[in-house]
């Protein structure tokens, strides 16, 4: 029979081998081989057969729990790196629009500056013109009183007016002229900046 030591606290002066009497151990009980389908073991008797059953049963289920363990990882695996793929053409996309609108803002402030500068032209050219126009009216005035005062001297004061006639015609034209010059840059303008 076998024994073994009683267990005690352990003293500076304990021994290996303790002064209480030994304990003796129990006896393992033998464990009888367990049936399986992987040789001829199962064929012994139905209670063996359903052992053995019962050990593939279980090997199975532990084997599906794997499956399943496997099929959520490689799940969670491949869900993300088709995650990141998709985030990835996203953001290409994201970028490509964006620069794209970038350049078309770029270029459009561009044209609002040349805009603005051909503006400011041709309402110089309007002021321009208004004052050339004040100053043929003021001409056409002092012609006027001139042939008023003037009719002893009716060649002339004829040949004046008809120059200044001539001159007011021509005022008259720059003054459409600026005018139509005005009113295409502002439809112009407003063309431009009406999708904005």
Do not use: Q
């Not at 076998?2 to 352990?10: A, L, Q, R």
């Not at 008797?45 to 599906?64: I, Q």
Request: proline share 2%.
């Amino acid at each position: 029979m076998k024994y073994k030591s009683s267990k005690g606290h352990k003293e500076k002066d304990h021994y290996f081998y303790s002064k209480r009497a030994a304990k003796p151990c129990k006896a393992k009980k033998p464990v009888a081989p367990k049936s399986t389908f992987a040789d001829e073991s199962f064929l012994g008797s139905e209670a063996m057969f359903k052992e053995a059953d019962a050990a593939r049963k279980a090997f199975e289920a532990e084997h599906m729990k794997l499956v399943k363990a496997r099929f959520a990882t490689a799940h969670k695996y491949f869900s993300a790196k088709d995650k990141e793929a998709s985030a990835k053409i996203v953001r290409a996309r994201w970028n490509k629009a964006w620069n794209a609108s970038i350049k078309v803002h770029e270029k459009a402030i561009a044209h609002h500056d040349m805009t603005v500068k051909e503006l400011e032209a041709a309402v110089a050219r309007k002021l321009k013109a208004i004052a050339h126009h004040k100053i043929t009216v003021a001409r056409l005035h002092t012609a006027n009183v001139h042939r008023s005062a003037a009719l002893h001297a009716w060649n002339k004061s004829k040949d004046a007016l008809k120059e200044a006639h001539s001159s007011y015609d021509a005022a008259e034209a720059d003054l459409k002229d600026a005018t139509t010059a005005e009113a295409a840059m502002h439809k112009m303008f407003d063309e431009k900046h009406a999708t904005r």
